[in-house]
């Protein structure tokens, strides 16, 4: 992968009041072109094949070129290849990729270097370990706490006659906290396993 800055040509200019206004909208384009991510969006300009890359130019918002070299994608593939990633995030495929031409991506300065973004998308089962895993402690843990005074209760609340004995001992009371708990927690999994199955995780 190769990264190539092209520096814009600056012409001498009669300072007639345009400059102060060209370098206010430069600021302005600036302002709105940056993410809440820290990123600049820009414009891909053009693409073409260098041997077995290919080359992508893209526009920053105060005109700055840069280039960005990327293997050939032997396969539809973003897993793998670069630009098959960078048509997606363009919101093409291989089969349009014609349109990436004044498309907007994002792009982050690495060492100095501008380059495109186009990070590896998740798996849908990496997708569900990365969010379950919080999901299910977080679950058990709210579940675990909101049940402690309800298991408490149903010492009180099983045997009318001598309430308080519905549990030989506090470990019967402990363990039976646990079994609920664990439950509950099992039912919050199968929940976020359903929901994750259908696309909304």
């Known amino acids: 992968m190769t990264t190539t800055t092209i520096e814009p040509q600056v012409e001498d200019e ?40 290919i080359e992508v130019v893209a526009e920053l918002p105060w005109g700055e070129t840069f280039s960005e070299r990327m293997p050939f994608p032997e396969r539809d593939d973003s897993s793998e290849f670069r630009f098959v990633r960078l048509c997606e995030r363009a919101g093409f495929s291989l089969t349009s990729v014609e349109q990436i031409r004044g498309a907007t991506v994002e792009a982050e300065k690495e060492d100095g270097d501008w380059r495109l973004h186009t990070p590896e998308e998740l798996t849908r089962a990496e997708r569900f370990l990365e969010l379950g895993t919080p999901v299910v402690v977080g679950g058990l843990v709210v579940v675990g706490v909101a049940l402690l005074p309800i298991t408490a209760a149903i010492g ?37 396993v359903g929901l994750a199955s259908v696309g909304l995780f």
């Open 14 to 53: 009669v300072d007639d009041g345009t400059s102060e206004q060209a370098l206010e909208d430069k600021l302005f384009e600036v302002s709105a072109g940056t993410t809440e991510d820290g990123r600049v969006e820009c414009e891909i300009s053009d693409y073409q094949e260098v041997g077995d890359e």
């Open 156 to 192: 009180f609340a099983v045997d009318e006659d001598e309430p308080g004995d519905a549990f030989d001992s506090e470990v019967d009371m402990i363990f039976c906290w646990i079994l609920l708990t664990v439950m509950w927690a099992f039912a919050w999994f199968l929940m976020f």
